[in-house]
T-cell receptor
Framework: GDSVTQMEGPVTLSEEAFLTINCTYTATGYPSLFWYVQYPGEGLQLLLKATKADDKGSNKGFEATYRKETTSFHLEKGSVQVSDSAVYFCALSETGGYQKVTFGTGTKLQVIP | NAGVTQTPKFRVLKTGQSMTLLCAQDMNHEYMYWYRQDPGMGLRLIHYSVGEGTTAKGEVPDGYNVSRLKKQNFLLGLESAAPSQTSVYFC?????????????FGDGTRLSIL
């Protein structure tokens, strides 16, 4: 079945540092890929998405590129802020059926001033 | 901009008690989902529904029941709560016809079973 593997946290960075959170996946077919962010006490919110190979999703300074050859969708940001502290989930979605979504286990990011 | 609303936000139950969690969405979405979130395990799908009057099991359905009597509401029931059901529960919805769209999540219900 489908699976998503993302790096374990927590990740602690200083403000303005470069962020990478690794995500790899296994899937049949051609899934869509997502990054969600969860702030304390809230539900998951879509951060960015990519729907086909070589697509780059971007939002709020975050980027991720759909790499089919390496089955990866790594999240990057050039300069993190304290307000980026949250839990980040990588996910893939089948495009057929009930559009099942498979989530990674989440990576907690803490940015310190 | 209500989106997906979950009630209650917090609840403490004793083992063996029953309760119902309510999820309501105002986006006219066909698909609705219930997940549980546990430390180190991400989100796991409990049950889902592809339309009014339909429900189906997800990956961890045991101990839970659901109903979708109205399109906008998706109820999750615990008939006899157990400590293993202590978790944060999230409801989500999604449009059926628009491809490659994300799920929209509620803010969660934190449930403790003593």
């Amino acid at each position: 079945g489908d699976s998503v593997t993302q790096m374990e946290g927590p990740v602690t960075l200083s403000e303005e540092a470069f962020l990478t959170i690794n995500c790899t996946y296994t899937a049949t077919g051609y899934p869509s890929l997502f990054w969600y962010v969860q702030y304390p006490g809230e539900g998951l919110q879509l951060l960015l998405k990519a729907t086909k190979a070589d697509d780059k999703g971007s939002n709020k300074g975050f980027e991720a590129t759909y790499r089919k050859e390496t089955t990866s969708f790594h999240l990057e940001k050039g300069s993190v802020q304290v307000s980026d502290s949250a839990v980040y989930f990588c996910a893939l979605s089948e495009t057929g059926g009930y559009q099942k979504v498979t989530f990674g286990t989440g990576t907690k990011l803490q940015v310190i001033p | 901009n209500a989106g997906v609303t979950q009630t209650p936000k917090f609840r403490v139950l004793k083992t063996g008690q029953s309760m119902t969690l309510l999820c309501a969405q105002d986006m006219n979405h066909e698909y609705m989902y219930w997940y549980r979130q546990d430390p180190g395990m991400g989100l796991r799908l409990i049950h889902y529904s592809v339309g009014e009057g339909t429900t189906a099991k997800g990956e961890v359905p045991d101990g839970y029941n659901v109903s979708r009597l109205k399109k906008q509401n998706f109820l999750l029931g615990l008939e006899s709560a157990a400590p293993s059901q202590t978790s944060v529960y999230f409801c989500a919805s999604r449009d059926r016809d628009l491809k490659n769209q994300p799920q929209h999540f509620g803010d969660g219900t934190r449930l403790s079973i003593l």
